[in-house]
């Protein structure tokens, strides 16, 4: 199998992983089972090799004015310590990849730095795409995982886990919150910060190979549930949150992605794709992304057309059946005027056409 592999490849795979070919890796799509991993995570805590994701740095002068240039979301509403998902556009206002951005505050007078988790399908682009624009600003951009471990450590008891394998207090680390942080056993303090994607508090973890493979090994012997990317996905869709490629692309704005949120045209600063942007704000989106949920337990899959009085009006973007709600739930994009919460529509499943109900996002929502 073709790929490049995570340094904790062959822990995977001694802990049952079955490998499959993503974004030009060899990932783990799942270990004892999809609904099993699932439920871990949802009721207990799971952790997942997300080694294949990007993970660079920006370092040097005004480095949150540099990079405003290519998000839309206004970088100064975070100060260090503090994280911001966002997107990066094309000159259309186009959608190519989404991020997280890591203020990690001044290096020394004149220098700042700044960290952003990008998709592994998109970081090879979008690192030259981001070099070609950061260096003339002075800036330095370097790959900080390197051939390091990203690991995500997912659920209601992954805090205190992580409380007692630190002996640290973690209650003023709020969501999107991020520090350094000394683990018992591991030889360098780890970036640690309060983000995922799987709609429970977590952390996500960037260390040096040596020290991710210890920790994989320590929260094994604590009883953590390792999880593939199938569980990730379920555990996502529950939670509305767009998975790049699928939910949205460089053919889809914000507003039409249900991300305006993000969008804050208030600003002065120019970026790239605001004036398309400001024409989209003004003449509101011409397709809307929501939540559906089917019936007799019909699963719409990516491409499935929606329908409406019998014509195609839409398209699913992802569906599966929630191992929590048991029922199946999918994201589409249909025209505005079919968005609105409880319309009824249909999605063609193996020439036949099954009920689905526009609802509120997300689908799951923590207590």
């Known amino acids: 199998m073709p790929?490049?592999?995570?340094?904790?490849?062959?822990l995977c795979l001694q802990s049952g992983g079955r490998m499959v070919p993503f974004a030009g890796w060899q990932m783990p799509v799942q270990f004892g089972g999809l609904i099993q991993?699932?439920?871990a995570v949802r009721e207990r805590m799971g952790m997942f090799d997300i080694s294949h994701m990007g993970v660079l740095r920006l370092d040097g002068p005004k480095p949150k004015d540099a990079l405003q240039q290519l998000v839309p979301s206004d970088l100064h509403r975070i100060g260090p310590g503090e994280a911001c998902y966002t997107v990066l556009l094309n000159q259309d206002g186009g959608i190519r990849d989404d991020l997280i951005v890591y203020d990690c505050g001044a290096i020394d007078?004149?220098?700042g730095a700044v960290v952003l988790v990008i998709n592994a399908a998109c970081a090879d682009s979008d690192t030259a795409w981001i070099r070609e624009r950061m260096t003339p600003a002075g800036l330095e951009v370097t790959d900080v995982k390197a051939n390091g471990v990203l690991l995500a450590l997912q659920g209601p008891e992954a805090i205190p886990l992580l409380e007692q394998l630190s002996g640290e207090d973690l209650s003023g680390l709020p969501r999107f919150g991020h520090r350094m942080l000394s683990i018992s056993g591991l030889h360098e303090p780890v970036f640690t910060a309060r983000t995922g994607y799987?709609?429970?508090?977590?952390v996500e973890l960037l260390l040096n190979a040596e020290d991710g493979r210890q920790l994989w090994g320590d929260l094994l012997r604590n009883g953590v549930t390792p999880c593939g990317l199938g569980a990730r996905d379920t555990l996502r869709l529950e939670a509305a949150m767009h998975l790049y490629g699928q939910d949205m692309d460089a053919g889809t704005n914000p507003f039409e992605a249900g991300l305006g949120w993000l969008v804050h045209l208030e600003m002065p600063a120019d970026f790239v794709g605001r004036q398309t942007l400001e024409q989209a704000a003004a003449a509101g989106p011409a397709k809307r992304l929501v939540g559906l949920k089917l019936k007799d337990r019909a699963i719409a899959r990516h491409n499935y057309p929606v329908l409406y009085e019998g014509e195609t009006v839409g398209v699913v973007t992802s569906g599966t059946w929630s191992p929590t709600l048991e029922?199946?739930?999918?994201?589409?994009?249909v025209p505005p005027s079919l968005a609105k919460l409880g319309t009824e529509l249909g999605v063609a499943i193996r020439g036949k056409t099954q009920p689905a109900t526009v609802v509120r996002r997300p689908f799951y929502r923590r207590p």
Do not use: N, Q
């Open 3 to 10: 790929g490049k592999r995570s340094p904790l490849h062959d």
């Open 37 to 39: 991993e699932h439920k």
């Open 109 to 111: 007078s004149e220098r």
């Open 198 to 202: 799987t709609g429970e508090d977590g």
């Open 327 to 333: 029922e199946p739930i999918a994201l589409a994009y």
